[in-house]
């Protein structure tokens, strides 16, 4: 009886995340209207932080709007950190999501993006200024994830 009580409990967190708006996420996530996001606090370069994204179920935070964008600054506060955004390798003034969305929002910094020394192919944020910039990505910065199950 104890365990189909634990099995009950487990079912329906999982449909609290997997049906309807998020009520909660999985732990080390954070609910912030209505979807699961991971702050991580380790420095990873930005693909090996697209794969540990992968790994917990999620994408390098995708931007749609500036709701979206103004509702994580909360979280980013003084720090930078790596978003899904990156160069097209086929066209180097084009900008592509980790989801292959074009870009339709933007925050950029006054300037940006410069692509300094012709280096700069994937996206930070700038908190202390609410705003981004293009990185070296090879750089290590913390990173955001998105959880990929439907909330």
């Not at 009580?5 to 209207?33: A, D, E």
């Not at 794969?51 to 917990?56: I, P, Q, V």
């Amino acid at each position: 009886m104890a365990l189909l009580c634990i099995l009950l409990i487990i079912v329906g967190v999982l449909l609290n995340i997997t049906k309807g708006s998020c009520k909660t996420c999985p732990p080390g996530w954070n609910l912030i209207r209505s979807n699961c996001y991971y702050f991580s606090t380790i420095r990873e370069n930005w693909e090996r932080s697209k794969e540990l994204c992968a790994e917990r179920n999620g994408i390098l935070v995708v931007i749609k709007d500036e709701s979206e964008m103004s509702s994580l600054w909360t979280f980013i506060q003084q720090e930078a950190f790596w978003i899904g955004l990156r160069r097209d390798p086929k066209d180097i003034d084009m900008w592509v999501w980790t989801d292959g969305s074009p870009l339709t929002y933007s925050a950029w910094y006054e300037d940006e993006p410069n692509n300094v020394e012709k280096n700069e192919h994937c996206v930070e944020t700038w908190g202390a200024v609410q705003s981004w910039n293009d990185r070296p990505c090879q750089e290590k910065r913390n990173y955001i994830c998105r959880g990929v199950w439907s909330c």
